[in-house]
């Protein structure tokens, strides 16, 4: 509901700006004079706003859609890994290969709990949830380790790449457009619906579906381009699939009574 809510309000605050713009570019060509339209000045000023609002909105699509590719990437890698090191744990003894697969389960059942909440109010305390995970694996391959030394050029690698998959995870979800840049884009985007609106109404009648037409699709493409760089708010979400894949993997490979060894 809060992800409808907040959708719902970022449509209807875009669509009801580029509204206003609409009606106002209308009202001022009815106050200036009709004479305005026809002012081949007027014609270049409009494409030179639609020109620069086509570019703006041309490359923040491109970089929007370039960062949720790759959030994507990186839960796929991070599932990878995570199943490359519950591999691996094959190699140490039974105990800590049983108490780091455990681990490694609590974990990706955490990575998956913050594909269920609505916004970011519980990805603190998941995060810190997966902090102690994290510390609980590196002492268990620690003494794996110190017990085995020949394993440590296999499951020490994958444990710390594991963990920086996460700081890359937490840092590319935080990576956004500029708000100075959104504002810029916005701004421009309301200009044009203006001019469009301010062209129609000092033009024939005939034109107004499709200068509607368009508006409505600058105001489309502005919502996708939001919707993509705020993927934890918007409906357009990255797949956790790789994740729930692997989780999968490790339940259907897992004990029926685990028997967790105390740390």
Known sequence: ??????ELLVAGGLVGLLALAWVGGKLLARRLSRKLGT??????VQGAILTLLGLQLGFSFAGAMSRFVERQDIITREANTIGTLYLR???????????????LRDYTAAR????????????GDINAELDSI?????EVIAEGVEERPQVAVLVVPACNEMIDMLATRNAA???????????????CAVASVAAIGLGVEASDNRLRMPAAVLTFLIAATLWTIIDLDFPRLGLIRSSPKPLRDVAKMMQQDAPVHPVRAPR
């Open 112 to 123: 998956l709990r913050l594909f269920e909440t609505e916004g970011m109010m519980l990805e």
């Open 173 to 187: 979800i935080t990576r956004h457009i500029p708000l100075l840049v959104l504002f810029v884009l916005i701004a």
């Open 39 to 44: 002012n081949p000045q007027m014609g270049i």
């Open 89 to 103: 744990a094959g190699l140490l003894d039974d105990a800590r290969r049983d108490r780091l697969r455990a681990d």
């Open 134 to 138: 994290n510390r609980g694996i590196w």
């Open 1 to 6: 509901m809060l992800v409808l809510a907040i």
